[in-house]
């Protein structure tokens, strides 16, 4: 997956809610900082990923030519 994509998702799914970065924390479980830190690009656990994914209700898949997808 493209990180530039996956962050870009993150992004627009965040603003669609009108959700700030402490209420993805709070209701992900994951810090502050560390959602920043995706944000910015910068390497994270992948758990924290898919935990902030969750929260935002967010998924994706890989499909055997290695594309992926954020739906």
């Not at 962050?7 to 809610?17: Q, V």
């Not at 993805?24 to 990923?49: C, K, M, P, W, Y």
């Amino acid at each position: 997956m493209r990180q530039k994509y996956l962050i870009e998702s993150i992004r627009e799914r965040k603003d669609d809610l009108d959700w700030t970065i402490e209420k993805i924390s709070q209701e992900s479980g994951v810090g502050v900082r560390t959602i920043n830190r995706i944000l910015a690009g910068e390497d994270v656990r992948f758990s924290s990923i898919r935990a902030v994914m969750d929260a935002l209700e967010l998924s994706f898949t890989v499909d055997k030519s290695s594309q992926s997808k954020v739906e």
